[in-house]
């Protein structure tokens, strides 16, 4: 099977899959926005829900999944309809199982995550429900690390960018630094993926930035590189930067101008 992204038509926000060409089907979904006329029958707004659906593997108790779910930032329009068609809790719990098989929540077996997406929203950027409920998810699956030293799918999850003072440095295993390179996905590695993430990066040598920062500017911006299929030794690269404004651009073109092939 060859590797394929999809662009589903969510109008204003993001809701983006990756599946790689590997035997699993792998899949990497960045951001919903998943509006509640998109799930009517009669609406004429595309069934994104539906088609997103079409394409997910189903595990062996017939439960939709995806192997990763990163949200770039928490607008509504980044992580809309999260609540409704995802399960978020401990596997153990998941509470679909008498339901149609179309109608059970996605399960995520891994979080993808930025720190600084929550602690940059203020009076002025205020999180809505779905955006609170996946920082409740995100959290959980901190605390389960921490307590257990490991996790298994469904409770896994990434922390995409280091915080200020050192505040994500027990995190070890499950952190992914600003420049960093992986391609592991839900506990396994992958030769057909890799993955550098570019921002956030925290700033801590410019504290009058740091209060101009926004939920926005701490959007995820990472640059993957897929092969085709498994056949294929050349690379296709995909660079998803959420709502990041040219102020975050500017900073990482400061950073890696001396290795622009980063941001290819």
């Given at each position: 099977?060859?590797?394929?992204?999809t662009f589903f038509q969510v109008g204003n926000g993001d809701m983006t899959l990756v599946r790689?060409?590997?035997t699993r089907v792998t899949t990497i979904l960045t951001d919903i926005n998943i509006r509640s006329s998109a799930d009517d029958p009669d609406d004429d707004m595309p069934d994104v829900a539906g088609a997103l659906r079409q394409r997910l593997m189903y595990d062996k108790d017939q439960?939709?999944?995806v192997d990763a779910f990163m949200l770039s930032h928490p607008d509504q329009d980044h992580c809309r309809g999260l609540r409704k068609h995802f399960w978020l809790g401990r596997p153990e719990d998941y509470p679909d199982d008498h339901?149609?098989?179309?109608?059970?929540?996605?399960?995520?077996?891994?979080?993808?995550?930025?720190?600084?997406?929550?602690?940059?929203?203020?009076?002025?950027?205020?999180?809505c429900d779905d955006a609170r409920a996946f920082n409740s998810e995100a959290r959980r699956r901190v605390a389960?690390?921490?307590?257990?030293?490991?996790a298994t799918s469904g409770n896994r999850i990434l922390i995409m960018g280091e915080d200020n003072d050192d505040k994500t440095d027990d995190l070890g295993a499950i952190l992914i630094r600003s420049g960093d390179t992986f391609n592991k996905i839900d506990g396994e590695y992958s030769s057909l993926f890799s993955a550098r993430l570019?921002?956030?990066?925290?700033?801590?040598?410019?504290?009058?930035?740091?209060?101009?920062?926004?939920?926005?500017d701490s959007s995820i911006v990472m640059n993957m590189e897929i092969s085709?299929?498994?056949?294929?030794?050349?690379k296709t690269r995909f660079l998803t930067g959420g709502d990041a404004r040219v102020l975050i651009w500017?900073?990482?073109?400061?950073r890696f101008q001396d290795t622009p092939e980063v941001l290819e």
């Open positions: 099977m060859a590797a394929k992204i790689l060409a590997d439960r939709p999944f339901l149609e098989r179309s109608e059970r929540r996605i399960i995520i077996r891994e979080l993808w995550s930025s720190p600084l997406i929550f602690r940059r929203r203020s009076v002025n950027h205020t999180l389960h690390w921490r307590a257990n030293g490991y570019l921002a956030p990066a925290p700033h801590e040598d410019d504290q009058e930035l740091e209060t101009l920062l926004s939920k926005n085709p299929s498994i056949f294929s030794s050349r500017e900073r990482m073109w400061e």
